[in-house]
């Protein structure tokens, strides 16, 4: 660390710099992140010293953190849903893990996941002492219920089915896992951090959250279809009471208790979200995954008409092909299986993939 | 969810309303998080869609990360320390349990940590499924490493010392239990969540960090003294190569794999806490936890001549004592053992301490 302070000047233009050295989301069409909408970054702004960590000092931003979770549940069909604010997908799915993992009470307890599942599974169940079962897909790269059934045991403490897979954008068949999960009485985690802005907003809605009785929690992540800045995920559970099961005691605080993962939390990033759902409400939603779809179905027509044939047709917004060429300064990535994958998320919009279709066909040709 | 959405005029209106409900920081001396430096605030702003969970596309803040690592390391006297930003002190103690854990792989694990530990560790050991033995403190509420040598056994993974307890500001004996842990062969973390941005700037510093053999991590919270923008906890090892233990595979992102919890990080309060060093330097901190010691000082003074005793003389800025009046619309808090406790965050000015001691002499007279 330095002696003496460098002047502001100076700072800054070193992380201009640094800036420079960031892509720009204009040619990103690997993430699962955008660029925050601007009712975001202003919310986020306005609240940017607020810790959710201890709401009784920031009692407004608690309170939009409420509300927050009151609209993801009402979005989900259950707006009695018991929820708080995670920094994402991988505390979501931990935290759904934990709860489950401490209703069961098992010495070796196991959780059975798709293998298409987000390796933040991986990651919790190494945390939390828990058996990771892994369920092949179909052909479509979709939970196959058959094979998951086989799975099951007296130790198996929560399923877990993705609604938008991070690779595929493909739905798993949660109504019938749900069935499963309902009938085995064990409890069905929906991994829609992805899809959980996406699907309630589709011409034609999946089945997916709380309206089916055997699902019991979601997480879903404003900082990707929500347009959030980061970090700001939720995890809604269907009986507000479980989170008791996480509870420690919190002196010197202004609660008592807390069954949150991190202390101190974001509040800026909370109200930001909170910001755009209002702000656009559902029809906005709407407007913005109709276009992302659309964008989705060109490019995928638009790479077909190349040669690059699509590995599935997805549900959601995430086109992945048999190959592709890839044209100098794109981002994209690849799946496990070798896909060619690219994220129409908002910040991609047509020009931009007809901009990417146009190199592709000179280097293509 | 609303069906049409509000307009951007409506929706400020509604959050500025919340924002005061939130406390000002003014009247707040019960947090050991404070009001962030301007550059924090510029900096965050300036990298608010930066995501450290796909560095790739980031490497500008990735850059800064690796920076702000870089500078920590080098003021806890160890410049080649393997770490990453975490979103606190929570998510850096459990993860420095984890990768001991993993290192001793044992069936059942323990974790030898002060009565004084805050409450993260009980939190991380339940995650982790480690039992959790805790120290007595002595009368000046530090370890007492005689009854932590009772503690020790084959299946102990790690000790914990804490670096300024959150309670009452004072300094575990570091250097004695490093000794204990070095001879012993057990690794040693050090929480100074809180001390990490304080100790190095004392006039007379105390040993804590990796100067001392035994040490093998440290977890420093920028959000807390460091005057970062929340989210941004720092935890630093010893042996870079000791993150491998956590590293997970990461298919479609730009990097193969990863060692933190989260997945997607903000990078603009990671850029924010490096800026905040930057331009301060050690000269500029030293000027700010000068600041602090001396209204902690001053406080002290005033209460004491109240007939208020200090329950302890701190390590750093914390005051607390035994009894004392709150003066309407303050924010103080207590510890588990009774005693009035305030911290002088960089917040407190020295007017404010005077304000409050003015007030406290009138509801006292």
């Known amino acids: 660390m330095r002696e003496s302070g460098i002047s502001e000047e100076e700072l800054f233009s070193f992380l201009s710099l640094k800036k420079g050295e960031d892509s720009r989301y204009h040619h990103v069409l690997s993430s699962m992140c955008t660029l925050p909408h601007p009712v975001a970054v202003r919310a986020h702004q306005m609240f940017i010293e607020a810790n959710l960590g201890d709401p009784g000092l920031f009692r407004g931003a608690a309170s939009v953190e409420n509300l927050l979770v009151e609209r993801v549940g009402s979005l989900l069909h259950h707006p009695g849903a018991g929820g708080y604010a995670t920094s ?9 893990l934990r709860i489950f993992r401490k209703m069961k009470g098992s010495r070796r307890p196991n959780v059975v996941v798709p293998e298409s599942a987000h390796f933040s599974f991986e990651k919790a169940c190494d945390i939390l002492c828990i058996e990771m079962r892994t ?18 045991d007296a130790d198996t403490c929560c399923i877990v089915g993705i609604a938008g897979t991070t690779e595929y954008g493909v739905v798993d068949p949660i109504e019938t896992i749900a069935g499963i999960a309902h009938d085995h009485g064990i409890p069905l985690h929906v991994d829609a951090a992805f899809g959980g802005f996406v699907i309630p907003f589709l011409k ?5 959250d709380f309206s089916l009785p ?9 900082h990707k279809m929500g347009m959030s800045t980061i970090p ?3 995890l809604l559970v269907r009986e507000p009471s479980w989170f008791n099961l996480l509870n420690v005691d919190t002196p010197y605080l202004t609660v008592k208790q807390e069954c949150t993962l991190a202390g101190t939390r974001s509040g800026g990033a909370v ?5 755009v759902l209002e702000f656009l409400g559902r029809e906005g939603m709407r407007a913005v995954v109709e276009g992302c779809m659309k964008n989705t179905a060109r490019l995928i027509d638009g790479m077909e008409t190349f040669g690059y044939r699509r590995a599935v047709t997805p549900d959601l917004n995430v086109a992945t092909f048999e190959g592709g060429a890839v044209p100098p300064g794109w981002q994209v990535s690849w799946t496990r299986r070798g896909h060619m994958r690219m994220v129409m998320m908002p910040h991609v919009h047509r020009s931009v993939i007809e901009e990417y279709l146009k190199e592709t066909g000179e280097i293509h040709a």
Chains 1, 2 share one sequence.
């Open 88 to 96: 994402g997908g991988t505390e979501s799915n931990l935290q759904a």
């Open 135 to 152: 369920v092949p897909c179909d052909q479509t790269f979709r939970m196959d219920p058959d094979a998951l059934q086989e799975r099951l």
């Open 204 to 208: 034609r809605p999946i089945p997916f």
């Open 214 to 222: 055997g699902v019991a929690s979601v997480a879903v992540d404003p």
């Open 232 to 234: 700001c995920g939720c």
């Open 271 to 275: 109200v930001g979200a909170f910001a």
